[in-house]
C-alpha cells in the first residue's frame, strides 16, 4: 500500500526548525486544514497562532511594522527593567541594586 509508506528522514531538521516553520509546513505541504492543527494546538496548551503562521507565511512584513517593533521592544526592555528593580528592591531593602537602564 503506498498510502501506508513511511519517508525516513533526518529528525534534527526538524529540531532546528521553529515551530512556525513547522506549523507553515503542515498547512502548506501536508495540506493538514487548519481549523484541525488549531484545535490540536489548543487541546495541547500551545501557544501558538495558526491563521498569524499562515500570515507570516504568505505575507511580508511592512518596513513601518519593524520600526513600531523596535520602539515597543525598547518600551518593553525599559518597562521590563524598571518593574524588576522595583521587584528586587520590595524582596531584598537592604541590598543596593544598581540601576543599568542598557535599553534606552
Partial sequence: DVSAEVKVGNPFILLQQSPSQLLSQLVF????????????????????????????????????????????????????????HQCAYHCLPDVEIPIHNSAV
Fill in 29 to 84: 505541504e501536508k495540506q493538514v486544514h487548519p481549523d484541525r492543527l488549531s484545535s490540536l494546538l489548543a487541546k495541547e496548551e500551545l501557544n501558538l497562532n495558526v491563521q498569524q503562521v499562515i500570515v507570516n507565511s504568505c505575507c511580508e512584513p511592512l518596513s513601518l511594522c519593524s520600526a513600531r517593533q523596535k520602539s515597543q521592544a525598547k518600551s518593553f526592555l525599559t518597562n521590563i527593567s524598571s518593574l524588576t
